[in-house]
């Protein structure tokens, strides 16, 4: 097995939650990147958006999978866009294995309707848009993972348990 578990996934599908279980399960380093790039940059995710763009976030990403590449074993939960370049998946599939973690829009909705912390969802805060969105990644996300798991309906531990028999 490769020494990393890559969760990668439209927001809401349960990466950080999963990361946790997996955490448990395998005893592992969790890494939750979006928590490390705030720590790093000293701001929030919303307010580096907010004040650098969605270019220097990316940024911000790719330095984040290089760093934990050079590291030992761990769980990462990866931001929904960490994909989107393919240097990304490039650095994942070298140094790891990544798992898709997919879901409904509905589903989707339900989890994090209530946040104020997803920058790319404050004009698309319904189904139909977080639907167009996911619409718009699906291809990148089936494209970049190794294994796909369904989130809808189960609990993090069952999940966790799907992607430990997967590796």
Not at 7 to 31: N, Y
């Amino acid at each position: 097995m490769k020494k990393h578990i890559y969760l990668i996934g439209f927001m809401g599908t349960g990466k950080s939650t999963v990361s946790k279980e997996l955490k448990k399960l395998l005893g592992w380093e969790e890494v939750e990147m979006d928590e490390e790039i705030a720590r790093s940059c000293g701001m929030s995710i919303p307010e580096i958006f907010e004040t650098y763009g969605e270019a220097y976030f990316r940024e911000q990403e790719t330095a984040c999978i290089v760093s934990i590449s050079k590291t030992d074993s761990s769980i990462v939960s990866c931001g929904g866009g960490a994909v989107l370049r393919e240097e990304n998946v490039k650095l994942m599939k070298e140094s790891g294995q990544i798992i898709l973690l997919t879901a409904r829009p509905d589903t989707v909705y339900h989890r994090v309707k209530h946040g104020k912390d997803r920058p790319l969802l404050k004009d698309r805060m319904s189904i139909s848009g977080i639907s167009q969105l996911m619409e718009q990644r699906s291809g990148v996300y089936e494209k970049s993972c190794d294994k796909m798991v369904s989130t809808d309906g189960k609990t993090p531990l069952e999940i966790a348990q799907e992607i430990a028999e997967k590796l």
